[in-house]
């Protein structure tokens, strides 16, 4: 209950600080703001590669998220260290 009076809240606060109509509160925490940057970068790739990489050092619950939005997009997701990636290997991935 406390969570959807905050995400109301947030949603409500967005909506009069833009003057929009409507506002959506999806970015509210880290997960879900993850999760929704890689649908976002997934339907602006057009090649609609079925890869995307996460880092490592993301937290488990962050990358939890991104994976939950992914399986039901039929998207894999690398967990692994940005730090080691090829430029070649980056081609992989959304």
């Known amino acids: 209950q406390g969570r959807m009076e905050m995400l109301l809240n947030f949603q409500t606060m ?3 600080l ?3 109509d409507i506002a959506n509160c999806s970015l509210l925490d880290e997960g879900s703001s993850a999760a929704e940057a ?3 970068s997934h339907a ?3 090649s609609k590669r079925k890869k995307y990489f996460v880092a490592d050092d993301c937290f488990k619950q962050t ?3 991104v994976q939950t939005r992914a ?3 039929g998207v894999e997701v690398v967990v692994g260290d940005a730090s080691k990636l090829t430029e070649d290997e980056l081609k992989e991935y959304s």
Request: charged letters at 15%; glycine letters at 0%.
């Open 71 to 73: 399986k039901s997009m």
């Open 38 to 40: 890689m649908n976002m």
């Open 18 to 20: 833009t003057q929009m």
């Open 44 to 46: 602006q790739n057009k």
């Open 63 to 65: 990358v939890a998220c």
């Open 14 to 16: 967005v909506s009069d």
